[in-house]
């Protein structure tokens, strides 16, 4: 079957409303050849079958009111602004924590130094530590940080 | 009507993400809430049925539907007129359809199971056609969902919704001159598949 170039006069006329008060309008012609033409009449009849679906579906459709659209989407707004706002402080306190930890690393160094009877180990050996300390914490809180947006 | 825009958003020194923005409590959306509600009056219901008709799924309708009008309300389009925004509305909700149809191909919650069917009583009685025969004998809704996604939405657009080649264009994101073959290519199989059974 190939498409047939009146199709678009019986889209019209089958979406202007009812296809047989719109050929008594007037349309015979149009009728008459959506009668005897099998594209256009194909067309006819699953128009009229999707336009009917059409009509059903909304009568059937039970959609919440305006009013309360409007109500969670402000409401979701808000939660998704709140979060993006709380999003430069979750990481500037992953920062920080990662900050803590380096200088706590350093302090046990320091505090650790102040007692010659404990077995000394070379400054280099502490300094990899302390930063072995925030390499390992840094991405930790990071992740967790990250994971909570 | 009154839309807010783009431009009149950067005069209010909002910020450019996504999201609406709250300042001092105010909520900044694409048109404020008496606008919204004569909008969305006019426009829910063929929403949900396009929805429920291109998923199959009544209860994924209900969930796309808030999706669809939250998105739709977040965003920061300018549109000529009332026809611009309602093909909007729908690339929207096609998009999310399409997206939840690939996460999730089966069908949970049928369209044509229990009370509010809508897939019966479409046929034109009078009709005496091979076609018209069949579709009187099968269930619309189980020949649909036996379409591509992007057919059932081009049907449903063209001949149940009465939108013109450029309005569908907008809405699926197709060059208007590929909407006649393709809308042809549709047609044929819907037909084929409710005269040869989609049961
Ligand atoms: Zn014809």
Known sequence: ?149 | MRDVTLSSLERLGLGAAGAPVVDDGTLTFLMDEDAFRLFYDRTARPVWAYLARITGDRQLADDLLQETYFRFLRSRAEFEDEAHRRNYLFRIATNLAHDARRRAPMVTTPVDDGPGDFAHEHADPQSHDATGQAVRRLDLSRAMRRLKPRERSLLWLAYAQGSSHVEIARTLGLKTGSIKPLLFRARRRLSALLQGGAR
């Open chain 1, 1 to 149: 079957m190939k498409a047939c170039p009146r199709e678009p006069e019986v889209v019209e006329a089958v979406t202007r409303g009812d296809w047989r008060q719109a050929t008594a309008l007037g349309d015979n012609d149009l009728r008459a050849h959506a009668a005897s033409c099998a594209a256009c009449g194909e067309l006819v009849t699953l128009m009229q079958a999707l336009r009917e679906d059409h009509a059903v579906a909304c009568r059937a459709a039970d959609v919440p009111a305006a009013g309360t659209v409007w109500w969670r989407a402000t409401i979701r707004a808000r939660a998704e602004a709140a979060e993006k706002a709380a999003r430069p402080i979750t990481l500037a306190q992953g920062v920080a924590a990662a900050s803590i930890a380096g200088v706590a690393a350093a302090f046990a160094g320091v505090a650790w130094r102040a007692f010659p009877s404990l077995p000394q180990p070379d400054p280099f050996v502490m300094l990899a530590l302390g930063l072995g300390v925030c390499i390992v914490i840094a991405p930790l809180v990071l992740v967790f940080t990250l994971a909570r947006d």
